[in-house]
């Protein structure tokens, strides 16, 4: 029982972190493709 419980836990657990990882993920995307546009205005069409 003991065990089961943990696995539960542990599943919770690494499905907030993914999504704490996802949203790290798409802001780091957004603030790249952000400073790209600052240091690269000659490249936008």
Known sequence: MGSQGFIKANK???????????????????VSNFSHMLWHPR???
């Open 43 to 45: 490249h936008q069409r």
């Open 12 to 30: 919770s657990f690494t499905r907030q972190n993914m999504g704490y990882l996802y949203r790290f993920l798409q802001l780091s995307q957004m």
